[in-house]
């Protein structure tokens, strides 16, 4: 696939963390897309990656130092700053974001950040606690905030760490990072959504009846997820609040894990401010009264009677969020008989702006392919039967096109 990298060229920096190694996986995408590369590699980085297995794939030693004169005569630092397209760090440690933040320049890696005219891509990499904590976060929004060519970043990914942790902190996967680097090198307009923050839910809701069994429904989370990732193709920033599901977070995607109706309600809230949600998860509308807290035994009188009470309904709950709702809400209808007038009802009894109209009377659960109606203040837009990631691109340029003003 022609990703519109062949010719282009990448300067990585190569910071001082354990997924070091991944960024030589990077290198390797990178060159069979056909883009040229260049390493700056951090003192602390090269406790993790060898110059030697940097030269040997980029053809061309890595740069260590400021103070080397057959670097530094090879190609001065700033003419290597300026040379490339896009500057790419990888990882980006905690350190190497608070220097670029403050623009402390004393080693190579920041004096370059600083004094590159490029825009800067930077894939975060660090133990979940320091992710988290204030500092880093106030760095992160202080970078995030220079203006053009400014920075941008892609991930943490949130999962299981090499420290033996859990949590967002770690490096997003290579495949990940070049689909960021594509999308950054193809330019502002094939990024209409960047500087918005997107609240994407999805999946199922699981509600725990005793420690082993619980309600749940048949949904796959594949709309869901092929949303979140087109709007983060078009440069959004994406939280999106999963139910159990067994899908890959899409590239550039925050992931955050829920089971329970109210804990997907608890991660919406969180994720706010956004600017626009798509609500896309199947919830289930009702809980067990009273979970058990051993596993329930079969008795002589007969099954036991499932005392339900409601969830709260979170599309409802958003679209009435006051100041706090998104300037957008865009709900799913789920229907199964009179397709556009329940979908119309369920769009003011919510109050959300859009609704998307879903007939699941057909092959839609767990299925790749989907058919639509958009609902809009405006009117309506049929999507015949096409596949989900089709749906979800249609769905992400219609925001697009609201958000930027633009018309059909
Ligand atoms: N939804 C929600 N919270 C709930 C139930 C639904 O946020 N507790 C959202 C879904 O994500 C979807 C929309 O509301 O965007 C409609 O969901 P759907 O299942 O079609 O509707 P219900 O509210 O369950 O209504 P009904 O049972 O009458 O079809």
Known sequence: MDMGLTGRRLLLVIGGGIAAYKTLELIRLLHRAGAETRVVLTEAGSRFVTPLSLAALTGHPPRTGLFQPDEETAMGHIELSRWADLVVVAPATAGLI???AQGLADDLASTTLIATDKRVLMAPAMNVRMWL??????????????????????????????CGEFGPGRMVEPPAILAAIAAELAGPAARPLAGRRALVTAGPTFEPIDPVRGLTNRSSGKQGYAIAAALAARGAEVTLVSGPVALDAPPGVTRVWVETAREMQAACDAALPADLAVMTAAVADWRPDQVATGKIKKAPGGPPAL?????PDILA????????????????????????????RKLSRKGCDWIVANDVSADVFGADGNAATLITGDGEESWPRQSKTALAAALADRIARHFTGTPA
Do not use: C, W, Y
């Open 133 to 162: 904590h204030p500092a880093v976060q106030a760095n992160v929004a202080r970078l995030a905030a220079f203006p053009g060519p400014g920075v941008a970043f892609v991930g943490p990914d949130e999962g299981d760490m090499a």
């Open 307 to 311: 005392a339900l009470t409601e969830n």
């Open 98 to 100: 608070a220097k670029a």
């Open 317 to 344: 709950g958003l679209s009435a969020a006051g100041p706090r709702r998104p300037a957008l809400v865009v709900g799913f209808a789920a229907e199964t008989d009179d397709l556009i007038a329940n979908a119309r």
